[in-house]
């Protein structure tokens, strides 16, 4: 079979950065960010969190090919702002928005298991 090991989709190898920057020389303000072992549910989702930010003028994902796994992120800012300002808030704001379902996710299961316990 000429299909690369299941573990080459998510394990980066080492000596390779997990992400990589890349600044646009045609367009201010502007960059790509190279994004290994991921594919289009990060991509996705990092895009949408970008939409969601007012400097932000584009921003787009693609995966460069199939079996290459790595997702391309372009993104192109107003002048208040910049690339990597706009990519790591977009970070910041999913990793606040997951702990916070998975807080209530939490609570839930504990409010679930409470009730078990009391026979309900």
Do not use: C, W
């Amino acid at each position: 079979m000429n299909a690369p090991d299941r573990y080459e989709r998510f394990v980066v190898p080492e000596g390779t950065k997990k992400v990589s920057y890349e600044r646009d020389t045609k367009i201010v303000n502007a960059a790509s960010f190279t994004v290994e072992r991921e594919d289009h549910t990060i991509g996705n989702i990092l895009r949408m969190q970008l939409h969601r930010d007012p400097n932000v003028l584009f921003a787009g994902y693609k995966l460069p090919h199939p079996l290459q796994y790595k997702i391309i992120v372009r993104i192109q800012t107003a002048s208040q702002s910049s690339p990597t300002q706009a990519y790591n808030q977009a970070i910041d704001d999913l990793d606040k928005e997951l702990d916070y379902l998975k807080k209530g996710f939490e609570d839930e299961k504990n409010r679930y298991d409470e009730k078990l316990r009391q026979g309900y």
